[in-house]
């Protein structure tokens, strides 16, 4: 964007053309925050920590791509269109490179050392007062599952915010880096 100033005035198509990738960039990104954590909720926590970085790197790749593609073949037709006004010799011979469609993996680790701590605490309170005082030793020890299931479940939802926040961190770095790039793009075929 700041190089837009230095360029004389850019012609009305490319200026729809640019328009119509930032469009196309918002969509994508606002529709993917809109499914993520509703798709998150659906799947379990190894999963996430499995599948989540490479499914998100595959999908954005594959958006990725075609946007280019569109954007090289509305390019394409612009330069049928309207020829240049400045015609190198090597312009013909001349393809467009395209951008860079990476998406680096989204990192979440949530940490429930603490949860797990209080499990084996009651279990080894559980234990220690069996003997002196079997009601409260009894209890001690009915209540480590209990301690541990609400720590697993407390963790799973720690982790499908994380990994939601993080994917989408990630997704925005990179969907920021592809504007750019396209922007990159459109500029250099203005000139």
Same mark, same amino acid.
């Given at each position: 964007?700041? %190089?837009?100033?230095?360029?004389?005035?850019?012609?009305?198509?490319?200026?729809?053309?640019?328009?119509?990738?930032?469009?196309?960039?918002?969509?994508? /990104?606002?529709?993917?925050?809109?499914?993520?954590?509703?798709?998150?909720?659906?799947? @379990?926590?190894? %999963?996430?920590?499995?599948?989540?970085?490479?499914?998100?790197?595959?999908?954005? /790749?594959?958006?990725?791509?075609?946007?280019?593609? %569109?954007?090289?073949?509305?390019?394409?037709?612009?330069?049928?269109?309207?020829?240049?006004?400045?015609?190198?010799?090597?312009?013909?011979? %001349?393809?467009?490179?395209?951008?860079?469609?990476?998406?680096? /993996?989204?990192?979440?680790?949530?940490?429930? @050392?603490?949860?797990?701590?209080?499990?084996?605490?009651?279990?080894?309170?559980?234990?220690?007062?069996?003997?002196?005082?079997?009601?409260?030793?009894?209890?001690?020890?009915?209540?480590?599952?209990?301690?541990?299931?609400?720590?697993?479940? /407390?963790?799973?939802?720690?982790?499908?915010?994380?990994?939601?926040?993080?994917?989408?961190?990630?997704?925005?770095?990179?969907?920021?880096?592809?504007?750019?790039?396209?922007?990159?793009?459109?500029?250099?075929?203005?000139?």
């Amino acid at each position: 964007m700041s %190089e837009q100033p230095s360029l004389p005035s850019l012609p009305k198509a490319v200026q729809a053309l640019k328009a119509k990738v930032a469009l196309d960039l918002a969509d994508f /990104r606002r529709e993917v925050g809109f499914r993520l954590p509703s798709a998150l909720e659906a799947v @379990s926590a190894s %999963e996430i920590r499995r599948h989540l970085g490479p499914f998100l790197e595959q999908t954005f /790749r594959d958006w990725a791509e075609r946007e280019s593609r %569109e954007v090289q073949e509305a390019l394409s037709t612009l330069a049928q269109r309207e020829p240049p006004l400045n015609e190198s010799p090597s312009a013909d011979g %001349e393809t467009l490179s395209s951008p860079d469609s990476r998406l680096m /993996r989204p990192t979440f680790d949530v940490s429930t @050392s603490a949860l797990d701590a209080s499990v084996v605490v009651a279990l080894a309170l559980g234990v220690g007062t069996l003997f002196a005082n079997a009601a409260v030793g009894g209890l001690f020890l009915l209540a480590a599952p209990t301690l541990a299931a609400f720590g697993r479940e /407390r963790g799973d939802r720690a982790l499908r915010q994380q990994a939601a926040k993080s994917a989408l961190n990630a997704l925005d770095e990179a969907v920021a880096r592809l504007g750019a790039e396209l922007e990159r793009l459109i500029d250099d075929f203005a000139r």
